[in-house]
């Protein structure tokens, strides 16, 4: 067994590292061009300036939108309640109610619970046992006090795609605002703003290479109803999100975006590559493994699996040289079982087993390869100890 350095990192799911390219571009902020991005009386607010509108644009260019479309924020946290908050607010009272899905994340989740306890209707859909919304379904929870349906791009546990054009259409339709959490998806899979009916979107930076700490909204700017900000402050970001930008985690967003843009295909045929031998390899050493969520319809380098006997905090602890997860982590401090397990209709004993692996842009075949091995070998140890 070939022996990479360890330790190996699978949890691409939870965050991607800094691309070297991304740090490049932010060098500069950091040190020399320290200006505050919004002074405007001298160069070293221009320049700062000059490289947050660089990122917005190389932002606006990987999703298909104009620039003025991209609202920065903090992260993909901040810009689901700002779509989802700030979306409610505005439409109410004329519209009262908010539908979403039991495996969207814990922020959209969490939104849309404080808007329920403020008095607003929330809907929230089943899936079926492959991850995937019944569009039919969310068809005839529409009502004509629906104002918003929020139905995240790619899970970020099960790494299932949904229909995101589908549902887009069926809200333009039906004359309802569409937000997706697409945080998981932006650098991924292709979207582009101008050719799928998306009303709001939520991007995350340290998800496809970039700094941690900075996010993004799309708005589109054929909306008639804007999101109400959350923060009350200087104006900026359109009068959508008030407070300083950062210029270097700007700069480097902005870089991770174009280098997605650039490098998209070529980083599917490797996770693609990766995902299929590492699952191979696990299918013909291991009985009793099971692929969670659709096998067609996912994100390849999201692989969530059953093993079967084995507990997945005793699997994922006892291998100290590779980082798995046994789900979100934003939830990891919480002991209740995946709610999106759950909501495929696993049991508790078979969510209680169940482990994510994730892999990207900088894994390697020796790294998938030794892996698999130490997996299969902690497994069927746990399985027959004696």
């Not at 699978?10 to 571009?25: G, H, I, N, S, V």
């Not at 509108?53 to 298909?64: D, F, Q, T």
């Not at 693609?272 to 390849?300: C, D, H, W, Y």
């Amino acid at each position: 067994m070939t022996r990479p350095n360890l330790p190996i990192y699978l949890d691409y799911q939870a965050t991607t590292p800094l691309d070297d390219r991304a740090l490049e571009a932010m060098m500069p902020y950091l040190t020399t061009k320290f200006g505050n991005p919004h002074s405007i009386n001298h160069s070293f607010g221009w320049e700062a300036e000059a490289g947050v509108e660089k990122a917005r644009s190389e932002i606006a260019g990987l999703i298909g939108a104009d620039d003025d479309e991209i609202i920065f924020t903090s992260g993909a946290t901040e810009s689901n309640n700002l779509a989802i908050k700030g979306t409610a607010y505005a439409l109410y009272p004329d519209k009262n109610h908010i539908i979403t899905v039991a495996t969207e994340h814990g922020c959209v989740l969490e939104s849309c619970r404080s808007l329920e306890q403020s008095g607003l209707e929330v809907t929230v859909l089943p899936v079926k046992p492959d991850g995937l919304l019944d569009i039919d379904l969310l068809a005839e929870s529409i009502s004509d006090k629906t104002g918003l349906v929020s139905v995240m791009t790619v899970n970020n546990e099960i790494g299932v795609i949904q229909d995101i054009a589908a549902i887009g259409r069926l809200c333009r339709e039906k004359g309802v605002l569409f937000h997706t959490d697409a945080a998981q998806g932006v650098g991924k899979i292709p979207l582009s703003m101008k050719e799928m009916p998306i009303d709001l979107m939520s991007i995350s930076g340290h998800k496809l290479y970039g700094p941690k700490g900075i996010g993004a909204l799309y708005v589109s700017n054929s909306l008639k109803t804007r999101p109400v900000s959350l923060m009350s402050g200087g104006g900026q970001e359109r009068g959508l999100r008030s407070g300083t930008l950062a210029p270097a985690l700007c700069a480097g967003f902005g870089a991770a975006c174009a280098i997605a843009q650039r490098e998209m295909d070529q980083d599917r045929k490797h996770t693609e590559m990766l995902s299929k031998r590492f699952f191979e390899k696990i299918q013909a050493q291991l009985e009793g493994v099971t692929l969670n969520g659709s096998a067609e319809k996912r994100l390849p380098a999201n692989l969530n699996l059953t093993f079967e006997g084995v507990k997945s905090d005793l699997l994922v602890s006892g291998i100290r040289d590779i980082a798995l997860s046994t789900g979100s982590a934003c939830s990891t401090a919480k002991p209740q079982p995946s709610h999106v397990l759950t909501a495929l209709g696993l049991a508790r004993k078979q969510i209680d087993c169940s482990v994510r692996i994730g892999f990207g842009r900088m894994t390697t075949e020796a790294e998938v390869d030794f892996s698999a091995d130490i997996i299969t070998e902690t497994v069927r140890t746990a399985r027959n100890p004696y």
